[in-house]
């Protein structure tokens, strides 16, 4: 049983053309159904503004399967410390003993999400995307514009975050990667010429809307990833061609599909979308066709049938990531 | 953060009057409504007979939680390795950091479901047990009469055990622990005359009936702890003056009460109890009144109400007891 901490991990496993690979390939046994993926087990820490994460998956015929636990305490920052965090346990899909603890303090998660955001806009993205833009400006949104270059020939980022001066330092950093960096007052103006839009922020209300998005887009929405966070309009999904999310289930709960599940048959107060009550059943589902990643993948969907086309990815992180990648970074450290 | 061993973890936990106190507390502390136990994430592994469990629980105000582990590889016997495995990652309450992970290979598991026994007899068994009627020959049948050790004057073991010859290597075993034990070809025989009963098996099909039961007796069971299995045919719950469990909806799922949940109104097909069908709901309901052991001990119910009463307890483990055990060892350890 091996032991791994964060300097050896980060080293063994970057954003490159193999993680990708790595964790497109379980993307398609999701898509084909040959995956085991259990719900999500999730526990609050009340008092201390924490919550613990545990997701997992099997990739049927796979040597390996990882745990993973990721621990969110939102008050630590106060106290000096990442609220985020987290390991990977691996194990042998043969006989279920340890193979290795991956104390990877996140940074395993943080690799993967870039990648299915990568994975998002191959599979949906026009081909000559050039131009990014970014809503957030944490250390996802520069990931995610890293792990864009390994599928499109990106040249220009368009960065729109709360606080103009995270959004100046994410231009700084984002420059360091060799593209052209601007920085917006607005998500309107930052998203005017964009090929891709990223959203990446912890959002509990929506922060993109319809009239945002130019024609021929493609939206990757990674940001929602817990029962209180949003970062879509319902329009933007409505609006969209297609609409396409990681997993259904966990969409609906986690993700952007919440905004429908929840919503009443009349028309929800407060909402910000005024027109958008027509269409909404008293079923809870939503108006539209809802596509998974994984199909997309693995039946090679073609669900962009125009340049004009607007597609949207609503990524809210999956279990078979976790297994993928874990697996990938074992065998590259052993 | 720390790493632990089976062999430091087993000198320094074991059971004994204090480790029976974490756990009792624990349970005190479900029982009051002051615990967040999420639903067990269960995943099979099916190409290898194999599933793994996770489970987790917070004590509210506790300075820390764990998250357990559990692989359970049923083919590894053939190749030389033990079915049931585990680790237990302990974590600050606080900033979910990780404070230790105890690679106990489920021995920890094994401590806690002995205490837990020996917690379901301390507060439902006649103070004047001596006697107890054993089946299974296994190492938690061997670890529940230890603990049981702790909270009555025990003085004689009737085994009983599918195999004679594993009854008969346990009764070797036990009598090692200054005990009387008598090995018994039928589970009636067995439990003739007993104070306490214990199921420690791994059955899919009842081996305790109500015919079994005599007067004043307290059965606990605690061999089944998934969806397919069982110990207890349905009438020894209905024969029971009291019936208690550890958590109702484990029970439901993973333990004895499921024997009712998945009963049809009409009469089963194929049940082993020929008259049983009595007083079955088309509610999937159990026709008694179902109590928590969690609750039993922090309002100190005395359900047993004669020297008469038979009583029942359903242990299927609790996430509470994992982060009572850590929470102690880690105590110990550190």
């Known amino acids: 049983m091996q032991l791994y901490q964060r300097d050896a991990i980060e080293s063994a496993v970057t954003i ?7 964790v497109e390939g379980a993307f398609a046994a999701l898509g084909r159904g040959d995956v085991v993926q259990p719900p999500i087990l999730s ?3 009340e008092e201390s503004n924490g919550e613990v994460d545990v997701k997992t998956a099997h990739i049927r015929g796979g040597e390996r399967f990882a745990i993973k636990v990721s621990p969110g305490f939102f008050d630590n920052p106060k106290i000096g410390l990442p609220s985020l965090n987290g390991l990977m346990m691996v194990f042998s899909a043969k006989t279920g003993l340890v193979d290795a603890v991956l104390f990877d303090e996140g940074y395993l998660t943080a690799v993967r999400t870039a990648l299915a955001g990568a994975l998002a806009s191959k ?3 026009r081909e000559e995307s050039r131009r990014v833009a970014v809503l957030g400006a944490g250390e996802q949104a520069e990931l995610q514009v890293r792990a864009l270059q390994l599928v499109r020939d990106i040249d ?3 960065v729109w975050a709360r606080s103009r001066e995270s959004a100046e330092a994410y231009a700084e ?7 052209s960096v601007n920085v917006h007052a607005t998500v309107r103006e930052a998203c005017e010429q964009a090929d891709i839009i990223v959203t990446a922020t912890p959002s509990r209300e929506p922060i993109l809307t319809a009239q945002d998005l130019p024609d021929g887009v493609h939206v990757t929405a990674m940001g929602s990833d817990s029962p209180d966070k949003r970062e879509l309009d319902e329009e933007v999904m409505i609006r969209a061609d297609a609409f396409v999310c990681d997993t259904r289930a966990q969409s609906e709960t986690n993700g952007e599909l919440k905004a429908f599940a929840r ?3 009349s ?8 027109g958008g009550s027509a269409g909404f059943g008293a079923d809870g589902k939503p108006p539209f066709k809802v596509y998974e990643l994984g199909r997309v993948i693995a039946e090679n969907q073609r669900l962009r049938v125009s340049a004009a086309s607007i597609t949207v990815c609503d990524l809210t992180g999956t279990g078979v990531q976790d ?4 697996s990938f970074a074992l065998a590259r450290l052993s």
Chains 1, 2 share one sequence.
Not at 16 to 22: I, P, Q, S, V
Not at 173 to 179: A, D, E, I, N, Q
Not at 267 to 274: D, K, M, V
């Open 43 to 45: 526990m609050a820490i």
């Open 156 to 158: 220009t980022v368009d």
């Open 323 to 326: 297994t993928a990648i874990a």
């Open 263 to 265: 919503r009443p048959a």
């Open 16 to 22: 490159d053309a193999a993680a990708l690979e790595a």
């Open 123 to 125: 599979h949906l993205s």
């Open 173 to 179: 950093r984002v420059r360091g990667l060799g593209l």
């Open 267 to 274: 028309a929800a107060p407060g909402s910000g979308s005024g």
